[in-house]
């Protein structure tokens, strides 16, 4: 083997050990995340439950546990954590049942909204106030004239 080609390998392989590194940092932080919000928020509980067992629940039961939740209390990192969760649940199913790991449903007129993306909707409603906000606490400016 010739030195460039032993150095390309060298590169590669440390390339390959950095992503490794990254990969477990990343997932380390991401369970550090859902551990924080089932400390500050432990209504979520049940939710990640059901998360973590999918292939024991249906949709239904996980759009009524989320639901059942004020998410206007929880704070936007946390319905992050929520959607990861969710989103890493699904993917692993999915991939156990030899299915894509993705399908959004995207672009399939006629067609219900995935679980997911109504999850999504509850947490992040459209055309309305961010979740969190409180409507009424602003003051009206007032004029110069009162």
């Given at each position: 083997?010739?030195?460039?080609s032993?150095?390309?390998?060298a590169?590669?392989?440390k390339k390959l050990?950095?992503?490794?590194?990254?990969?477990?940092?990343?997932s380390?932080?991401h369970r550090?995340q859902?551990?924080?919000?089932l400390?500050?928020?432990?209504?979520l509980?049940?939710?990640?439950?059901?998360?973590?067992n999918?292939?024991?629940?249906?949709?239904?039961?996980?759009?009524?546990?989320?639901s059942?939740?004020?998410?206007?209390?929880?704070?936007?990192?946390t319905?992050?954590?929520?959607?990861?969760e969710c989103?890493?649940?699904i993917t692993r199913y999915?991939?156990?049942?030899?299915l894509?790991?993705i399908?959004?449903g995207?672009g399939?007129?006629?067609?219900p909204?995935?679980?997911?993306?109504?999850?999504?909707t509850?947490l992040?409603?459209?055309?309305?106030?961010p979740t969190?906000?409180?409507?009424g606490l602003s003051?009206?400016?007032?004029?110069?004239?009162?």
């Amino acid at each position: 083997m010739g030195e460039l080609s032993m150095k390309r390998k060298a590169e590669r392989d440390k390339k390959l050990e950095d992503s490794k590194k990254l990969l477990h940092w990343w997932s380390a932080w991401h369970r550090e995340q859902a551990t924080e919000a089932l400390a500050k928020y432990p209504d979520l509980a049940e939710l990640f439950r059901a998360f973590k067992n999918l292939q024991h629940t249906r949709p239904v039961q996980v759009l009524g546990l989320a639901s059942s939740i004020d998410w206007s209390m929880i704070d936007y990192d946390t319905k992050l954590t929520v959607v990861h969760e969710c989103n890493s649940a699904i993917t692993r199913y999915r991939e156990k049942h030899s299915l894509e790991p993705i399908d959004d449903g995207v672009g399939a007129p006629g067609k219900p909204e995935t679980p997911f993306r109504q999850l999504k909707t509850l947490l992040f409603p459209p055309n309305g106030a961010p979740t969190g906000a409180q409507p009424g606490l602003s003051k009206p400016h007032r004029s110069s004239k009162e």
